[in-house]
């Protein structure tokens, strides 16, 4: 295998092979083995890794210099042609291949179930491509450098075993690289959304573990760079909730159903789980004329909500590096005869109605926190508001619908004067 293939190929073969035996061990122990979401990324980051690596060095040690060039080189290529968003048709023809073999099927189309389970399989490999291409790069340098092949004076160590970089940004650009576009692309919404999942959970980690590693000057410099960054891509979001939620009434379905019940019947999650449609099948009698509006509105409203929740993670941060630059708590409140939950619901119709802007929620909460005294209490919690704020009461909408009427007879009667 490894004599006829460059290294990319070897890990589109071996990735589907890996799928294709969970699924098999999945289906056969259906009563006492359940999907596991951490077995894909321990796959990829540990036992793909290792395999990976053993690949090279099993390969390099049995060519010549012009051989161990060639095929280090072709290999790198490969990395640009055989990118994971370039090659889903290919893998998932290869997994429907592998799955049915010794058995020939003449439809080579995957079921929503296998979509999706191949789908988080190349969520994980779309996550580590960029490692196995930084292995491969290394590699070749320490080739052109004399350290492997026929003219190595010493031999190369292993990247496992190098040192590694004080701050990493691995997680970081899979982040920014998944922000790329703010519009449905090339993947659908659902996996766009597992995506921005698992990226947002990883950079956590990652900004976590920087801080481990640097002292208190470099981790300010550090946030204030990886946050002017995430910032720059605020100018790209134009969705907000009214925008996706007139989707889920039309189509009489909820956020919850689609997203963790997984209610393939509707059509609305049939929307958001195909890829954009092409030019000609936009023509086909099928064809859904909510589709486009469905998945740019979907798209956009969790790319702008990816934003938002790293911006607050760092922001929280800062502020334990940096006290002196809260708010100095003990400024003049404005009081108001308004309940906590009141006023949590009230910001919230601010904000979806883009009557005003703050990009980071995190400091809206401790603005309202820092600036208000609610009826009955002269300190509100920011994890009070916080959890007000995005999960308002029914009632607090009924009870400002009847506030706005009013303030709209008063208008009336003002420019009636």
Request: hydrophobic letters at 35%; proline letters at 3%; a negative charge.
């Amino acid at each position: 295998m490894i004599e006829d293939k460059y290294l990319v190929e070897l890990l589109e073969q071996r990735l589907v092979q890996e799928v294709v035996n969970y699924r098999h061990t999945l289906d056969e122990n259906w009563e006492t083995e359940k999907y596991d979401k951490s077995y894909f990324p321990i796959f990829f980051s540990e036992t793909l890794m290792a395999e990976f690596k053993e690949w090279i060095y099993s390969k390099v040690n049995k060519l010549n210099n012009f051989e161990i060039n060639k095929f280090l080189s072709l290999s790198l290529e490969q990395f640009k042609t055989h990118k994971p968003d370039y090659r889903k048709q290919e893998i998932e023809k290869m997994y429907h291949l592998i799955f049915w073999y010794p058995n020939v099927m003449p439809d080579n189309k995957l079921s929503l179930y296998d979509k999706n389970f191949l789908s988080s399989a190349l969520r994980s490999y779309d996550r580590y491509f960029n490692t196995y291409l930084s292995i491969t790069e290394k590699m070749l340098i320490d080739f052109k450098a004399g350290l492997i092949g026929s003219n190595a004076t010493f031999q190369s160590v292993p990247p496992s075993e190098q040192t590694k970089e004080k701050i990493a940004f691995r997680d970081f650009k899979v982040f920014l690289k998944h922000l790329e576009f703010n519009y449905p692309y090339k993947i659908d919404v659902i996996t766009f959304k597992y995506f921005l999942r698992d990226d947002i959970e990883y950079l956590k980690k990652e900004i976590l573990e920087n801080f481990l590693n640097i002292n208190h000057e470099e981790k300010i410099a550090y946030i204030n760079r990886i946050k002017y960054e995430i910032e720059s891509l605020q100018k790209n979001v134009w969705a907000n909730y009214n925008d996706i939620e007139k989707w889920f009434n039309k189509y009489e379905i909820s956020e919850e159903e689609i997203f963790t019940h997984q209610n393939f019947s509707n059509e609305l999650y049939r929307l958001l789980s195909i890829e954009p449609p092409t030019f000609r099948e936009t023509f086909e009698p099928d064809y859904n004329i909510d589709t486009e509006d469905v998945q740019k509105s979907f798209y956009n409203y969790y790319y702008g909500q990816s934003i938002n929740t790293i911006l607050d993670f760092i922001s929280e941060h800062e502020i334990k590096l940096n006290p002196s630059a809260q708010t100095n708590l003990s400024k003049q409140k404005i009081k108001t005869n308004l309940s906590v939950p009141q006023l949590a619901c009230l910001f919230r119709a601010l904000l979806d109605n883009k009557i005003i802007d703050i990009p980071v929620k995190a400091n809206l909460y401790r603005f309202i926190s820092e600036s208000f005294e609610s009826k009955g209490t002269l300190e509100i919690s920011t994890k009070k508001i916080k959890n007000l704020f995005e999960d308002p009461d029914l009632k607090e909408f009924e009870f400002w619908d009847e506030k706005f009427l009013k303030l709209k007879q008063y208008t009336f009667a003002k420019k009636n004067l």
